[in-house]
């Protein structure tokens, strides 16, 4: 894993939710309707993460959008 300064700051909020809930990145990734790689490639900022990605992946948290984005700020 690289190290979280590396990373974009919504791929860190994503990743604390992920965690948070218990998830695995392959149930996330089936519900959001990607495959592990491509959820991979996007939490590993290899894959640009657009708005349409963000509605699915909260839907897939089952979390809103905004929930995303508030989680990639500083505590």
Not at 27 to 51: C, F, H, P, W
């Amino acid at each position: 894993m690289q190290p979280a300064k590396n990373l974009d700051p919504i791929v860190i909020g994503i990743r604390k939710i992920i965690t948070e809930k218990g998830l695995l990145q392959k149930s996330v990734a089936a519900r959001a309707g990607y495959t592990e790689q491509q959820l991979s490639d996007m939490l590993n900022n290899r894959k640009i993460i657009k708005a349409c990605d963000l509605l699915q992946l909260s839907e897939a948290l089952g979390v809103e959008v905004s929930d995303l984005l508030d989680k990639c700020k500083p505590a």
